[in-house]
């Protein structure tokens, strides 16, 4: 457990060592309010409910979650310094689950932050907060699965914009890939199918404010899967 | 201490080590010798568990690298190739995060492993030298320091092993001499293996030589060995004062078990006459020269024997020349 504070430790100094993290979270707040309070407009649509700004949050984490991602493996890569890292004692899996944690802290950081959107509203009218913890909740989870996707791929990558274009592409598609349901004519079993690799329908029902575990499930799932999927690729390099 | 029983790795088709055997024991400091792309770096990473071998078999202080990975690397320190180091990181942040890793726990639960962790710090700090770059952020550093840096990394939990990818890369002269000497300070208690290109850098610190070249080992033993196994000639320099020897050539060629004689110029006012000897090998080349000038009535400004020095081995091995010696 030690270790796997050690690497979370570094992997936090280092995102607030360089400009990445503040920029990262300077566009996230901003354009979440822009689209909320501009775009949407939120006064205006005179309803006590904060669906919409949640809504455009898998799009968001599209762009958000491998620019935080990007760097992690693709970095130490690039530099060698994964040569230290693997030289020291440490497990595959500690390693994996140290810089998974650094950036879903990160991510935690940029959450706990847009708190005081739905707090500076909260005054305007009746929002039920059993909504909004649902959809916060929701937020994480989505995060978390959206980082390991991530993470994994910029294992895969020697280079920064590689790691970050391949994020985006394959989270573009998990993301919505259900929508194929309305614009061809499939089968319902297939519907069905796609319906359940998206990350974005199982995040419906946390911005109506439901917890339900079969959600909960899949997002934990595509988490464990991908972190997993890394931790091999750290022991299949070792046989260059 | 190390024992590598007939290791190969391929890289895909590249073959870069093939059917390497050594052993290493304690309080030793072993030089690796060989052209870039001799399999150096590639053996150092089988020993440090970060590349398994394709072939044989690995035992790192009595662990065996599929076995108990995590043993041998609590064990080994090492720097590898070009130093990499966290650019984004300070000199102590990266220090502090190499320490907690090396000596897990602490905390106010166990303040004693914090206050060793701290010890080790600084001293390793002080050792590389690195005392006025502390704060500063690591891709800010020269390249000496970043190397020093990495050299601290590796020194700062005081390994039974320490395994050095060309650690004076990129050091000036000064920074050279400083490293060599805390190499062969560690020396003295640690077991240590260092690559190197550098045939002096082998001469000053090693006590004993691998030569590899295209993933092979070539040559082994110590200087001295390696030398004699070469069966080199013993080569001489001699000065005599001029006027009395107008003809070293011809006449140093009389004198038995000389091979070769070049007469060459010294001090450039022809007050001095020198010349290299080639011998073969004997203990009383150095009487039988002597003798030589004493029976002429030369007068000896000064003679030197030199050993076969490294350089020439290496060349011979490296180039081709020695295959057929093998």
């Known amino acids: ?240 | 201490m190390i024992e590598v029983d007939h290791v190969g790795k391929r890289y895909g088709t590249f073959e870069a080590v093939r059917d390497v055997s050594f052993s290493v024991g304690g309080h030793e400091i072993v030089g690796l010798l060989g052209p870039n792309g001799a399999g150096k770096t590639t053996i150092m990473k089988i020993l440090t568990c970060f590349h398994f071998p394709s072939a044989g078999s690995v035992s790192v202080n009595g662990f065996d690298i599929y076995g108990d990975p995590l043993s041998i690397k609590r064990s080994i320190g090492y720097l590898p190739e070009n130093a990499p180091v966290y650019g984004d990181l300070t000199v102590l942040e990266y220090l502090d995060f190499i320490s907690r890793v090396r000596y897990p726990g602490g905390g106010r639960t166990d303040p004693a492993v914090a206050k060793l962790r701290q010890e080790r710090l600084e001293w390793s700090v002080a050792e590389c030298g690195l005392g006025p770059m502390a704060n500063r952020s690591i891709s800010r550093l020269s390249k000496g320091y970043k190397q020093r840096t990495g050299l601290a990394q590796a020194i700062l939990h005081d390994p039974a092993i320490l395994i050095l990818d060309e650690p004076t890369s990129g050091l000036d002269p000064n920074q050279i001499i400083e490293i060599r000497r805390l190499i062969k300070q560690l020396g003295r208690e640690k077991t240590v293996i260092l690559s190197t290109h550098i045939l002096q850098e082998v001469e000053a610190v090693c006590e004993r030589v691998l030569i590899l070249n295209e993933g092979s080992i070539v040559a082994e033993g110590t200087t001295d060995e390696i030398g004699r196994e070469m069966k080199g000639d013993d080569v001489y320099v001699l000065e005599l004062k001029a006027g009395a020897a107008p003809d070293l050539e011809s006449e140093l060629g009389g004198i038995p078990g000389v091979t070769r004689v070049t007469q060459f110029e010294r001090g450039g006012d022809g007050s001095r006459a020198a010349a290299h000897l080639s011998m073969k090998p004997g203990a009383e080349n150095g009487e039988a020269i002597f003798d030589w000038a004493v029976g002429r009535g030369y007068k000896i400004l000064s003679m030197n024997r030199e050993r076969v020095s490294l350089e020439d081995i290496f060349t011979q091995l490296t180039t081709g020349e020695g295959r057929a010696h093998e």
């Open chain 1, 1 to 240: 457990m030690s270790n796997v504070f050690s690497i979370l430790r570094k992997e936090l100094r280092s995102y607030f060592n360089s400009p990445i993290a503040y920029i990262a979270v300077l566009f996230f707040l901003v354009f979440t309010s822009v689209w909320l309070f501009y775009i949407q407009h939120f006064f205006a649509q005179n309803v006590a409910d904060l669906r919409p700004y949640f809504a455009i949050m898998p799009l968001v984490f599209i762009i958000l979650l491998p620019a935080i991602t990007m760097r992690i493996w693709a970095e130490e890569n690039k530099l060698g310094t994964v040569e230290l890292l693997m030289t020291l004692p440490f497990r595959e899996s500690e390693i994996v689950i140290g810089k998974f944690l650094g950036a879903f802290l990160l991510l935690v950081i940029m959450i706990v932050l847009t708190i005081p959107v739905p707090l500076t509203v909260l005054r305007t009218g009746h929002f039920e907060m059993g909504q909004i913890v649902g959809q916060y909740i929701g937020l994480l989870f989505l995060g978390a699965s959206g980082i390991s996707v991530g993470l994994f791929l910029s294992s895969v990558s020697t280079n920064q914009i590689t790691a970050f274009i391949l994020s985006i592409v394959v989270l573009l598609f998990l993301t919505l890939v259900n929508r194929i349901n309305a614009t061809a004519d499939v089968s319902t079993g297939f519907a069905g199918f796609v319906n359940y690799l998206s990350l974005d329908y199982h995040f419906q029902s946390f911005i109506k404010g439901l917890i339900d575990t079969r959600d909960l499930f899949y997002y934990v799932i595509v988490t464990f899967v991908f972190l997993f999927m890394n931790t091999k690729v750290l022991v299949f390099r070792k046989w260059g």
